[in-house]
């Protein structure tokens, strides 16, 4: 390891092992419940304009390159916040910025419902996202850094999937709002979900210890030990001693600094890849399933397939990562990923297979996306990881833009289901790699 490397991660074994190295307390499974109860808001709210866009476009006469702005504005804005947001984290701590754009989020959600045209809620809608952009790698952050090292793969799964099951939950509450009281209701109900879980995180989420030991702000000692006295851990006679990086230097120059560019770029590299292919699944499988001959509500079933299945997969994926180690985990989850949606390409189209199908590629995508948050915690140390951690999301919007793009254009280019895609898989395999290399120094917890 290199000086710079134990510079950067010197706060880390005095305070947060503390509590990463014995069995979780009541307050740290709170602490994570919160998280994850914050990211299942994020899935609802980061995918109100999908919910909503039939009856946005017919209310408002949309044409399609308009609708195609709106539904872009979220996505937009979480790259942004992933970005310009999320770094704040290591100047400004965890929870400030957690906070903060919780309320940025519930705010714009709850103007959004009184938006009176395209242009107010595209505005409404990249605010929005940008807090969510944000607040992913503050969620992160305090979820690795308050799980035990035995359940923190686990935790990280639980917030990973934590989105999906928002979003399930929100498409299927949509439709009846919708039906019942118009597209505006559901923004007012994310909107007010969100208001009303800030006085909760307010009250219940703490300042990370590694952040409070590394910069050190004011009343940091009791701060420190007003958290270790909830989680039954002896309080500090004395701060640590202060990490260099922590007193002078930029987190963006620390990342880029040549003892820490390779994992940086890994890890960068990682997101954009198989948020590349998992965003090509999302926007384009229930499209596939309608053009292979199935109804439109078969379509739509088994996109709630690969959804569903997908929660089971990330939890399986942060249990068995406990056990057998990130490296391997990762590895055989993006392999078999590659090998199921290759499968899925020469399908003929027979429901019973094609929506079995589905949900193993739903099984194994969202476990591969489980495992890009419990890299960052590995990659990134407490004193930059918001930063790194928001420069790999921002990759992976980055390539969650390209994959429906480039799906497209292969699919108007004329290129058979089966060629498109091994082509939209690959990235998979080329993340396997890196994920070896990243991981090269990690040891089977088997």
Partial sequence: MSAMNDTLAAPQPAVGAMLRGRPMSRYQRIV???????????????LASAFTAPAVAAQWQLPAALLGMLLSASV????????????????????????????????????????????????????????????IAGINTLVAEYASDRRRDLALSMTT??????AICGGAASGLLVGSYGWRSVFLVGGLLSVLMVPVAFAWLPES??????????????????VLHKAGVAPLQT???????????SAWRSLFHPDFRRLTLLACACYLLVMLTN???????????????????????????????????????????????LRAMSVIYLCLCFLSVAWFGSLSAAPGHV?????????????????????????????????????????????GTAGPWL????????????????????????????????????????
């Fill in 209 to 226: 210890l590694d952040f409070l030991a590394g910069k050190q702000p004011g009343n940091a000692l009791a701060r420190l030990n007003q």
């Fill in 161 to 166: 999937v934590g989105y999906a099951v928002g």
């Fill in 279 to 325: 965003y090509f699944l999302l926007s384009w499988m229930p499209k596939l399933l309608v053009d292979m001959g199935m109804s439109m509500e078969q379509g739509i079933s088994g996109a709630v397939i690969m959804n569903l299945s997908g929660v089971a997969g990330g939890i399986a994926l942060g249990w068995s990562a406990g056990r057998y180690g």
């Fill in 76 to 135: 937009a804005g979480m790259a942004l916040g992933s970005v310009l947001i999320a770094p704040l984290g290591d100047k400004l701590g965890r929870r400030p910025i957690v906070l903060g754009c919780l309320a940025m989020i519930g705010t714009a959600m709850l103007a959004s419902a009184f938006a009176a045209n395209v242009w107010q809620l595209a505005g409404l809608r990249l605010v929005t996202g940008l807090g969510v952009g944000g607040i």
């Fill in 32 to 46: 994570i419940g919160i998280c994850i109860a914050i990211n299942v808001l994020d899935g609802f709210d980061a």
């Fill in 407 to 446: 799906a497209g254009v292969l699919i108007q280019a004329g290129w058979s289901r089966t060629q498109f895609s091994i082509v939209l898989a690959t990235p998979l395999l080329a993340a396997a790699v890196l994920f070896t290399l990243a991981l090269a120094k990690e040891r089977s917890t088997a």
């Fill in 239 to 249: 701060l640590p001693p202060q990490g260099e990086q922590a007193r002078q230097g």
């Fill in 355 to 399: 929506l079995a199908v589905s949900a193993v590629i739903g099984f194994l995508i969202t476990g591969a996306v489980a495992s890009l948050n419990a890299l960052s915690p590995r990659v990134f140390p407490p004193a930059v990881r918001a930063t790194g951690t928001g420069l790999a999301l921002g990759f992976g919007r980055l390539g």
